[in-house]
């Protein structure tokens, strides 16, 4: 069993930063592939990004790409998502997955663990 925390939503201004986090408890975070994803009011959870459980291979929806970044330390047991020049379409709550493989998955039904979320709002 893992448990996952979100954390460091809130309010960012389009064109700002945000950096989300993950922590993870329970077994061992390294063997463990991560994703985030986002669900806007009235709408599906969607796939943001992914990262595989060692790092070394990252995934990106075309909507973020170039603008949000995956990464993870294994060594905190967490894995981030940094959010640059967000727009008021990244709104949305942003939920962390994660899964017992090595290797990243790009669809909801991939992951088995799943935190509470995170709120970003962007403003315009």
């Known amino acids: 069993q893992v448990q996952l925390v979100e954390s460091g939503g809130g309010l960012v201004q389009a064109g700002g930063s945000l950096r989300l986090s993950c922590a993870a408890s329970g077994r061992t975070f390294s063997g463990y592939a991560m994703g985030w994803f986002r669900q806007a009011p009235g709408k599906e959870r969607e796939y943001v990004a992914a990262?595989?459980?060692?790092?070394?291979?990252?995934y990106y929806a075309d909507s973020v790409k170039g603008r949000f970044t995956i990464s993870r330390d294994n060594r905190k047991n967490t894995a981030y998502l940094q959010m640059n020049s967000p727009i008021p379409e990244d709104t949305a709550d942003y939920y962390c997955?994660?899964?017992?493989?090595?290797?990243?998955?790009?669809?909801?039904?991939?992951?088995?663990?799943w935190g509470q979320g995170t709120q970003v709002t962007v403003s315009s």
């Open positions: 997955g994660g899964r017992s493989y090595f290797s990243a998955g790009t669809y909801h039904r991939d992951y088995i663990y």
């Open positions: 990262i595989s459980a060692t790092g070394g291979s990252t």
